[in-house]
């Protein structure tokens, strides 16, 4: 069984750019939700997708967007970066059915300067 | 405000000690608890998983406990070793697939 993948594990953008980071969710799962975790604190909810449709969104500006694709895998899109966008992003999936835990993949550290 | 606090932020132990790790919640209607481990710079592994009827999950040297009404869970870790070193964090969710609300989390550090 292969467990959720990230892509890229490292990257350093500048204010104002845009960044796409890739979630290969784990096989079965058809549910992709995305977190924000600042250093020192706990994740923050940003979105989720189920069965490619947004299904959830949590306090983040529009500039913060995604897509699920037919196989589940997710990205996440983030337009005119700004310094506090600097932070580790998880990507989590889960299968269908009651109480299924979240798998989480490695994350993207993501540095904007 | 739906909202979950752990303490201590922070736990220096010697090895074999049993610990306690402590978790609120604001809101006691919850569908489910979850503990993660998270090792510095990398994902979360789900610890435990409490479903809102249940009083206690167990998985090998660690107990969660769950008690709605007061807004509480912990987890117990016993004979603590080295490799238990990480942060745990407490996550909440109010209905099936829902978003997962965190704490800060409590940074754990187990002395050889």
């Known amino acids: 069984e292969t467990g959720v993948t990230q892509s890229p594990t490292h990257l350093i953008k500048t204010r104002g750019q845009q960044v796409t980071l890739r979630c290969s969710s784990q096989s079965g799962h058809n549910t992709v939700s995305w977190y924000q975790q600042a250093l020192g604190q706990g994740p923050q909810f940003i979105f989720q997708?189920?069965?490619?449709?947004?299904?959830g969104r949590g306090n983040f500006p529009p500039r913060f967007s995604g897509l699920q694709f037919p196989n589940y895998s997710s990205e996440l899109n983030v337009n005119a970066l700004e310094l506090d966008d600097s932070a580790l992003y998880l990507c989590a999936s889960s299968s269908p059915g009651l109480n299924s835990p979240l798998h989480f993949g490695n994350g993207t550290r993501l540095t904007v300067t | 405000k739906q909202e979950v606090t752990q303490i201590p932020a922070a736990l220096s132990v010697p090895e074999g000690e049993n610990l306690v790790l402590n978790c609120s919640f604001t809101?006691?209607?919850?569908?489910?608890l979850q503990w993660f481990r998270q090792d510095p710079g990398k994902g979360l592994t789900s610890l435990l998983l409490?479903?809102?009827?249940?009083r206690e999950q167990t998985s090998g040297r660690l107990n969660a406990s769950l008690d709605k009404s007061s807004g509480r869970s912990t987890l117990y870790i016993a004979a603590s070793q080295p490799g238990d070193s990480a942060t745990y964090l407490c996550?909440?969710?109010?209905?099936?697939?829902?978003?997962?609300?965190f704490g800060q989390g409590t940074e754990l550090s187990v002395k050889p």
């Open positions: 809101d006691s209607a919850i569908y489910n």
């Open positions: 996550a909440v969710t109010y209905n099936q697939g829902g978003k997962l609300i």
């Open positions: 409490i479903q809102s009827s249940q």
């Open positions: 997708y189920y069965r490619e449709e947004e299904n």
